[in-house]
């Protein structure tokens, strides 16, 4: 039993075989347009449609909440990425703090939230290519577009294997080259933004905004097993927030981790917070959420609803270029999970190699086949809410990670620390537990029959395998 909770020595980037090593080619603005390349996208540009089904005007609210408890883990991930600057995320800050065990699971929940979050993202992306071709007068065969509906339609969503596949390739290209694309891609981003709330805004209507809690706030069921409600609603726009935690994964890559992760995880936060409540404002005023909360595309949808056929064209035109800065911020963190995991024994060691660029390009290849299948079978709703359950699991294990951490070495350097620890990270807990509830049953059923699969895996196979075993 003692080996279950035994705890990884987490050594330097410069320690690891010469076939592991990650080159160190990032600094502070690379990794805050990571992170806002990861946050602003698919929670804004897409999910803010099933948010408003489901909670109506209140989804604001909604945003509010769910950036709130994403704050809060993200000054835990702070502490951690600066005091353990190593690749990794949660798994690696829970191997060295809670045990070989909790690693396991967070590792394994991390697998099924990055994998889930770029299947989501390239789903969303779709939906925006799909518009911007119909504005050209070039439209893709509808099963082309979409995979398998609830009525039973069968398809194939053929634009998100595409993107996927571009952005993988860029990856294995270069992380110094994909850096400099995803930090023009978000300022394309940012700026597109700027022109929906420019254009929307003048059309705000208070009348929009009632009834402002159609759902009431806590997450109710409905008929059909969705939660309704502003918490429903929450569960489902976390997802819009959590990109900050792929920075932690690019620690080995970092030149300066224990100053520039911090910069990176807490401003990147900030800014899309702001970012998001004016976005979301003008939405839900400019138009009646019933108008657009089915649509894969609902701010360009929004724009055509107001007259503004040009410029939702651009809009439509400027997300599907820009969505990808969340693909490859995902993918990137994807590929960084599993070649630690890979280093540490519980995944073949092979797949720790990195290429002549220093990028994991095997690990990257197999991650991108094993989302641009999910990508293509899966509906948009369902996959974001089992990624949320992942990330869940991550962030209460950071946020205990703190609190362990500060008990057993009080004394340990901490180049970044928690303000109020003692109230920050339980909060974090709390906020992270509520919003599982949150979830649909379907969901949390899932996740638990993934976890209990994975447990198994552990026990039979990796355990034996890891590094520490030998």
């Known amino acids: 039993m003692t080996s279950l909770f035994r705890r990884k020595i987490v050594t330097g980037a410069e320690?690891?075989?010469?076939?592991?090593?990650?080159?160190?080619?990032?600094?502070?603005?690379?990794?805050?347009?990571?992170?806002?390349?990861?946050?602003?996208?698919?929670?804004?540009?897409?999910?803010?449609?099933?948010?408003?089904?489901?909670?109506?005007?209140?989804?604001?609210?909604?945003?509010?909440?769910a950036g709130l408890v994403c704050a809060a883990a993200a000054l835990c991930y702070a502490e951690m990425a600066t005091m353990i600057p190593a690749s990794g995320s949660a798994y690696t800050y829970s191997y060295a703090t809670l045990g070989e065990v909790i690693a396991w699971v967070v590792g394994w929940s991390l697998i099924l939230e990055y994998s889930l979050v770029v299947a989501t993202v390239a789903v969303g992306w779709s939906g925006y290519a799909v518009g911007f071709l119909g504005g050209l007068g070039i439209h893709l065969p509808d099963w082309l577009t979409h995979g398998p509906t609830a009525d039973g339609a069968i398809g194939i969503n053929l634009p998100a294997i595409v993107i996927i596949a571009v952005v993988a390739g860029l990856l294995m290209l270069g992380t110094r080259e994909s850096a400099r694309i995803n930090s023009a891609l978000v300022v394309l981003k940012l700026v597109t933004l700027t022109l929906f709330v420019a254009v929307a805004l003048p059309h705000f209507d208070a009348a929009n905004l009632h009834p402002f809690t159609p759902y009431g706030f806590a997450s109710t069921p409905g008929a059909d097993g969705v939660k309704y409600g502003v918490m429903g609603a929450a569960a489902i726009i976390f997802f819009a927030f959590y990109g900050f935690d792929a920075i932690s994964t690019a620690a080995e890559e970092a030149k300066n981790p224990e100053r520039d992760l911090a910069i990176g995880i807490v401003g990147s936060m900030v800014a899309c917070t702001l970012i998001y409540m004016i976005v979301a404002a003008a939405a839900v005023g400019a138009l009646s959420y019933t108008r657009f909360s089915d649509s894969a595309e609902p701010l360009?949808?929004?724009?055509?609803?107001?007259?503004?056929?040009?410029?939702?064209?651009?809009?439509?035109?400027?997300?599907?270029?820009?969505?990808?800065?969340?693909?490859?911020?995902?993918?990137?963190?994807?590929?960084?999970?599993?070649?630690?995991?890979?280093?540490?024994?519980?995944?073949?060691?092979?797949?720790?190699?990195?290429s002549s660029r220093g990028t994991p390009a095997r690990i990257t290849a197999i991650t991108a086949i094993l989302v641009a299948v999910l990508a293509a079978l899966t509906p948009l709703d369902m996959i974001a809410s089992l990624a949320n359950a992942g990330t869940l699991c991550a962030f209460i294990a950071v946020a205990i990670c703190v609190?362990?951490?500060?008990?057993?070495?009080?004394d340990a350097r901490r180049p970044f620390r928690t303000p109020l620890p003692w109230i920050v990270a339980p909060f974090a807990v709390l906020g992270c537990l509520y919003l599982f509830v949150s979830l649909q049953a379907v969901t949390q059923w899932s996740f638990l029959v993934w976890n209990l699969f994975g447990l198994a895996v552990y026990l039979l196979y990796a355990r034996r395998r890891a590094t520490l075993s030998r």
């Open 15 to 65: 320690e690891q075989p010469e076939a592991h090593r990650l080159a160190r080619t990032l600094s502070w603005p690379h990794l805050v347009a990571l992170g806002v390349g990861a946050i602003v996208g698919t929670g804004i540009l897409t999910l803010i449609g099933v948010g408003a089904d489901r909670a109506g005007p209140a989804v604001l609210l909604s945003f509010a909440v």
């Open 403 to 410: 609190l362990v951490s500060r008990r057993r070495d009080p």
């Open 300 to 354: 360009a949808l929004i724009l055509r609803e107001i007259g503004q056929e040009r410029i939702a064209t651009i809009v439509a035109a400027s997300a599907a270029i820009a969505l990808p800065t969340v693909l490859l911020a995902f993918l990137y963190g994807q590929s960084r999970i599993f070649l630690v995991m890979a280093r540490d024994g519980f995944l073949p060691a092979s797949l720790a190699r990195v």
